[in-house]
C-alpha cells in the first residue's frame, strides 16, 4: 500500500467520532447486563454491587436489567439466580452446561459472545477480577467493541449512552469513557467500588434457559487441579468493616505491629501504603490502594500515610476516614474525616490502649 | 566484542562528562561513556543555571533544542535576618539578547538532552551501569574499567573521570584524595509547581524571562553556606546549601533548615500556593583552587567536580564542569591525532590549556575565600546580616528621630556587637580573598 | 523456541502531575519505565529461552522514543527488538492496540518463525486495563492463559504448556496447549541485571522498526483513533472533598489524645461504636 493510498490521519487530539450516530443493526439492543461471577458454586459479592447499580442504569434507560449466570450444577445456579433476583435482576439468561465446572476463558467466552449475540444487551457490566478481566477483553475483542476496563464510577448521559468514568495515569486523573457507536457498552468495576445494595428479599424475575452446544473434546485447555487460599492469614481487607492501615512514617518494619496491635483490639483488618510491600513489611495482599486492594470500611484509620492519589482511591469509598500524621499539610487531611497531627508511633499504642479499656469498660457496663 | 578497545572511556553523563564525550566522538573517537543513572541526568539534582558561553563552545547552536526554561533577566542578591531582607537587584533589558547569556534548566532533561547529542555523536552510552575499578597495567597505567555488571574489563586508551564530587573511582585506585568535609557543600533543594502565569506575575516577569534570588544571612543558622532560588517555566527551584563540617557540628538537619528558608517571610508569599514535587540533595565541592587534586597520570584525566571545578562564590559549576570536558575531550583528541600515547606527560597538555581560561583565574582569583567564609561564619552568617537590617530598619523607619542621630545609631549598633578592629579586618580580609 | 515478549513504555506514574490550573498531565520531563509489570514477563520469557534454547523477541507499540524501552530490554538479554510506530497508531484503545499488536505478531511470525509463546504484563500501569493481552490471544487465536503465577512445564514436542493460574480464592492449574499467551502475574520473578557483553551489544543494537504498511495493516480504519470504539470525552481531575478534615487536639499527651479521637469517633460514627461493643462482647 503506497504512503498516498492512506486517508489522512486523525486530527492529533480528541477522538475521531465523539458524535453518537449507532449503526441501524446496533438500534435493538436493549436492556443492562451483568455477569455474575460464579466460581466453586458462589456468586462473587462483585457481582451484587454491580446488579444494584444495574438496576440504576436500567432503571434510567426504561429497560430491564438482565444477569447472566454460567456453571456446570443447576442447584447453585439457581441459588444465584434467585439472588440475583433479590439484588435487582428482572432476568436471569442461565447457562447450564458440565464444560462449565470451572471458568475457562475458550468456553465462557464462547457462551457469553453466544448470548450477547442472541440476546442483543446494550451494556454488559462484569467484575474487574481476575475472572473477569479475563473474559471481558475477550468478549469486547470477539464482538469488537468499547471496553472500559477498571471503572469508578457509571452513570447514563442525556443522550442515554453509558459514561464510564476511571482513573487514568496512575490515578492522578480520572477520565469518563464512552462508547457510543458499537454495542454492548462494556465495564468492568472493581470490587467495593460501588456499594452493596439492600438485597429485596424473595424478589423474582424471569429465567430463560440458553442451551449451548458444547463439547469437552474441543476445549483445548484443561483444568488440572483447583488449589484453594485456605491459607487463613490471607487478608480480607476489601469486606473488612475496620482497617488499620500503616505507611512510611512508620519508619521501620518493627514499628508496623503497632498497627497491628491496634487492629486487632478493634476486630478488624490491617494493611498499607504500597512502599511497605515494597520494603517487605508487609504481604502484597494487604497493599490497599489503585494497584492493592479497594477498601470500604466503615472506619478507616491510616497511620503515617501521606495521601498519595493512588492510595486514596483506594479508601474513598470508606465510611470515616481518621489519619495520622506528623505533617500538618499531609494530602491525606485533604479527604479524611478526622485528623491528628502527632506521631504514629506514640498516638497508636495510645490508641489501642485507650480503645481496649473503653471496649472493656462498657462491656462491664451492660 | 568486549575485547574492542575504545580510544576513551568516561565514566559519568553530567556536564563534564557529556561536554568531553560530545567533543571526542565529534571527532572521530571511538567513545564509551558510562553513567550509573538510569539514564543522563536521572541522578541529577535539579534546576540550576545554565551559562550559555561554555555550551556554545561545545555545540554552537544548542538554543536550537536544548531544554531551556527561562533566561535570566534580574538578580536578586540578599542578606536576610530572621524578619527581613536587605536587598540588591540588577535587572537589565540587555539581558533580552538574541542569545541571552544564562538560562535556569531543569537538570534530568537538560543531561538527557545533552547525552542524545552525545549519541547522535557516535559515542556508545552505556547507562545503568556503576564503573567499580580502574583496571591498570604493571607499569600502574590506567588502561581500562571494571563495571559492576562484572565480565571482562573494558579497554580504552585514556579514561576521563567525570564522576562528580563524591565520585568514589578516582579516590579508590588512589588517584584523588577523600573530600574532606570542610570544602564540600551539602544542598537540598526541592521543586515547587506554579503556573506560569502566577510565577510571571508574582516575579514581575513576560515570556521566558527568569528571575534569580542569591541569599545568605541567619537563613545558615550561623553555618557557612547559602540560599536560591530561580524561576523556571512552571515551576521554582528553592534550596539551601551549607558546609558539611558545619552540619555536622550543628543540629540542625538540611531538611529543616529547606523548611525553615522556605517559611522565611520574604521567600513564603514567593512559593505560596506551590505545589512541591521534588526533593533532593546533592554535595558541591566548595573547596576551590586549593582543594583541587592531581588531574591527569598515566592513561586518565580528572574533569569538573570530581576536579574540584565549582566558583562557590559566583555559583559556577556547570560552565566549569562543561569548559573542562571540552578542553579534555579536545587534549584527548589531540594525542591520538598526534598518535601519541596519554601518558602523564601528554596529557599534562590538559593542565597547560586550562591554565590560560576562565576556569583556572577564577579559582586562583577566589582561593582565600572559602576559608575565610569559614572561619568567620559566625559573623558572616549571623552577625553582620543582623547588623545590616538592623542598620535598614533604623534608617526607614520615621519616627521623629532626625537622621543624624540615626546615622550615630547604626554606627553604635555596628561597634557595640563587633569591635570596629574586628569588623574592619573582616572587610580587610574579604577584599583581599577577593582580589 | 520463539518467545515474543509485548512491553511498553510508559511515563512514571509517580513523577505525573497535573497542571493546577488546566487539569492536563504534565508530560513535560516525566520519565518513562519500561511498564514494570512487563519485566515479569520478559524476565520469566528470557529464563524459559535459557532453559529451553531459541528466542525472545521484544515487541512495542509506541512513538520512536520507546525505542529506549526496547533496548532495555536487550540489556537484559533480549535477542532481537521490534518497534511498531506510525501516527495512525496513535490515540488507540485496547482494541485497536492488540489489533495492531497482533498484526505485527504475523509479521514477526512470518519473519523470525512462528511464536510459541507470546507474553504480555498483567496490565500496564497507564492504562492500567489488562485488556490488551486477552485481546491478543482472540484475534491471533492463541489460548489464553492469564494471571500466571508460574509455568510449570513447557513440553514442545507435545506443543503442551502446564501454568498455574491466579484465580479468585485459590489457584487453578491449567493445561494447555501451545501457541499461547500469558500474562504474567507480578512478584513471580526478579529480573536480572543484564551482562556487561548484553548492555554493550545493546547500546548499539539496532532496533526493528516498523509502521503500519511495513506489517501489512491493509484497513486504517482498524488502527488508531478510528479503530477505537472507546471515546474519551472528559478528563478531569478528583474533586477535593468539600470539608477537610476536622482536626482533633488535646493537651497533655497521647492519652488523653487518644481518648478524645476514640469519642470524636464514636461521635460522628455511632454504628462503629455499636459494631465495637458487639466486637468486645465477644472478646473480653
Ligand atoms: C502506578 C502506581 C501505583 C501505585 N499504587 C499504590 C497503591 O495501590 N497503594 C499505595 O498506597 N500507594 C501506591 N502507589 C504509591 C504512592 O504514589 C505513594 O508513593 C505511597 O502511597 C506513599 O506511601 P506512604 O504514604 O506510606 O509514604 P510517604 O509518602 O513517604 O508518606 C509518609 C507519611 O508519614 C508521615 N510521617 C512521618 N513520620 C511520622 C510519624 N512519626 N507519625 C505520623 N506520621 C508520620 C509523613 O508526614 C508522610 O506524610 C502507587 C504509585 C504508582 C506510581
Ligand atoms: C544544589 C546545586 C545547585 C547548583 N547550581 C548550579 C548552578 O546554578 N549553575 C551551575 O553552573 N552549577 C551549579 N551547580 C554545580 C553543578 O551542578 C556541578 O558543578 C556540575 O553538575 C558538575 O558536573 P559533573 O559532570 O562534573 O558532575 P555531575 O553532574 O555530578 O555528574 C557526574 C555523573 O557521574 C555519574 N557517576 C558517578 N560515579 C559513577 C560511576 N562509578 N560509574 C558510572 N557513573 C558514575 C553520576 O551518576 C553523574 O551522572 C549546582 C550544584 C548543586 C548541588
Ligand atoms: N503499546 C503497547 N505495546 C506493546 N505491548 C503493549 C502495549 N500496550 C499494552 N501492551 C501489553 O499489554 C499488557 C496489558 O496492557 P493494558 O491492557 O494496557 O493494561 C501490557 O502489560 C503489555 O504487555
Redesign the interface.
Known sequence: MSESAKPAPPAASGRASTKKELPEHFKAYKHVWVAVEIEHGHAHSVSFELLGEGRKLADRRGVELGAVVMGDDRSSLDAAAAQAFEYGADVVYLVCHPTLAHYRNEVATRVMTDLVNTYQPEILLLGATNLGRDLAGSVATTLLTGLTADCTELEIDEEGSLAATRPTFGGSLLCTIFTLNFRPQMATVRPRVLAMPEPIAARTGRIVEHAVNLDENDIVTKVLQFIADRDSDKAQLPYADIVVAGGLGLRSAENFSLVRELADVLGGEYGGSRPLVQKGWITADRQIGQTGKTIRPRLYIAAGISGAIQHRVGVEGADMIVAINSDPNAPIFEFAHLGIVADAITLLPALTEAFSKRLRVNRLAS | ??NQTFDAIVVGAGPSGNAAAYTMAKNGLNV?QIERG??AG?KNVQGAILYADALEKIIPDFREDA?LERHVIEQRMWTMDDRSHTGMHYRSEDFNEEKPNRYTI?R??FDKWFSSKVKEAGA???C??TVTELVKDLEDKVIGVR?D????P?MANVVILAEGVNGLVGERSGLRPVVSADSVALAVKEMH???R?TIEARFNLSGNEGVVIEAMGTITKGMTGTGFLYTNE?SISVGIGCIVSDFAQSDVTPYALLEAFKNHPSIKPLLAGS?C?EYAAHLIPEGGYKAIPQLVGDGWIVVGDAGQFVNAVHREGSNLAMTTGRIAGETVTWLHRLREEASKANLAEYEKRLATTFVIKDLKKYRGIPALLHNNKQNFFGLYPRLISQAMQTWFRVDGIDKVSKEKEIFRSFRSTRTLFGMIGDAFRLVRAWR | MHIVVCIKQVPDSAQIRVHPVHNTIMRQGVPTIINPYDLFALEEALRLRDRLGGEVTVLTMGPPTASESLRKALTFGADRAVLLTDRYFAGSDTLATSYALATALEKIAAEFGAPDIVFTGKQTIDGDTAQVGPGIAKRLNYNQLTYVARIAETDLAAGTITVERRAEGGTQVLLSRLPALITMLEATNEMRRGSIENALAAASAKVITWNATDIGVTDLTKCGLRGSPTIVKKVFAPGARSEKASFIEAEGGSDLLADAVISAIFARAPAVEADLLEFAATQY
Open positions: 566484542m568486549v564509551l538510569e539514564y536521572s531544554p531543569l534530568a532533561q556508545t552510552v552505556l545503568e551501569t563495571t555488571r562484572g565480565g571482562a573494558i509547581f506554579l503556573s502565569e512552571e505545589e514535587k
